[in-house]
Antibody
Framework: HVQFVQSGGEMQKPGASVRLSCKASGSTFGDYVVHWVRQAPGQSLEWMGW????????KYSQNFQDRVSITMDKSATTVYMDLTSLESEDTAVYYC????????????????????WGQGTTVTVSS | QSVLTQPPSVSGAPGQSVTISCTGGRSNIGAGYYVNWYQHLPETAPKLIIS???DRPSGVPDRFSGSKSSTSASLVITGLQAEDEADYFC???????????FGGGTKLTVL
C-alpha cells in the first residue's frame, strides 16, 4: 500500500526559491507520472507539472514560465519540485499525486486520475 | 478563470440527490479527454472518486456516479450523507493549453 510523504512546511521571503520533496513509502513510483498540484487560500486546485517516473520525462504548466522544475532521485522513490522567484501569490498548499498517463494505443493522451496523494506541504511567502 | 466551469455551490438534504456539472470545451472534454472527479475535505488531500468519466475506484460508494456528454460532465451523488459535505473538483486535459486542468470547485452543503 503505497503512501506519499511530503516534506515539512516552508516559510520563504519573496524572490527566494523552495524545494519540496515527495517520498514514496512502501514502493517506488513505478511507471506512473507524479504531478504537483497546489491550492492557494480560497482558490481552486492548480496543476503545476509532472514527471514520468519511468523515463524522467517532464511536462510543465505554462503558468509558471520556467519557474518550476520537477526531478526524481535515481532510486525512483523521491520526487522533488523546485519553485524559484517566489511571490506572495505562491503561498499555497502544495501536493504531489500519482496518475496513470497513457502514451500509446487506444488511450493515448489520457489521464486516469490522481489516485494517491501526499499529505500536502504549506508554503508561505512573506517578507 | 478556470477552463472547466463548475457551479460554486450546491446543496441538498440528507437522502436527496445532487448533481454537480463541469462544463468545458472542444479542446478538453469535447475532445474526448477523460474527466476525473475529486472530493476535498478540509485539512486533507483530495480524494479521487470518479476516474475516466464514470469509473469508481475501489472503496468509493456507489452513491457516487459520473457521466459525460459532449463538452460537459456531471457528478451525481445520491442518498446524501452528512459526510459528503466537501468541495468537489473536476479535472481533465486541455490540448490547446497542453495542460492538465481543474474546475473551479463546487462546495456541497448537506442541509
Amino acid at each position: 500500500h503505497v503512501q506519499f510523504v511530503q516534506s515539512g512546511g516552508e516559510m520563504q521571503k519573496p524572490g527566494a526559491s523552495v524545494r519540496l520533496s515527495c517520498k514514496a513509502s512502501g514502493s517506488t513510483f513505478g511507471d506512473y507520472v507524479v504531478h504537483w498540484v497546489r491550492q492557494a487560500p480560497g482558490q481552486s486546485l492548480e496543476w503545476m507539472g509532472w514527471i514520468n517516473a519511468d523515463n524522467d520525462d517532464t511536462k510543465y504548466s505554462q503558468n509558471f514560465q520556467d519557474r518550476v522544475s520537477i526531478t526524481m532521485d535515481k532510486s525512483a522513490t523521491t520526487v522533488y519540485m523546485d519553485l524559484t522567484s517566489l511571490e506572495s501569490e505562491d503561498t499555497a498548499v502544495y501536493y504531489c499525486a500519482r496518475d496513470r498517463h497513457c502514451y500509446s494505443g487506444w488511450c493515448i493522451g489520457q489521464y486516469f486520475g490522481m489516485d494517491v496523494w501526499g499529505q500536502g506541504t504549506t508554503v508561505t511567502v512573506s517578507s | 478563470q478556470s477552463v472547466l466551469t463548475q457551479p460554486p455551490s450546491v446543496s441538498g438534504a440528507p437522502g436527496q440527490s445532487v448533481t454537480i456539472s463541469c462544463t468545458g470545451g472542444r479542446s478538453n472534454i469535447g475532445a474526448g479527454y477523460y474527466v476525473n472527479w475529486y472530493q476535498h475535505l478540509p485539512e486533507t488531500a483530495p480524494k479521487l472518486i470518479i476516474s475516466a468519466n464514470n469509473d469508481r475506484p475501489s472503496g468509493v460508494p456507489d452513491r457516487f456516479s459520473g457521466s459525460k456528454s459532449s463538452t460537459s460532465a456531471s457528478l451525481v451523488i445520491t442518498g446524501l450523507q452528512a459526510e459528503d459535505e466537501a468541495d468537489y473538483f473536476c479535472q481533465s486535459y486541455d490540448s490547446s493549453l497542453s495542460a492538465v486542468v481543474f474546475g473551479g470547485g463546487t462546495k456541497l452543503t448537506v442541509l
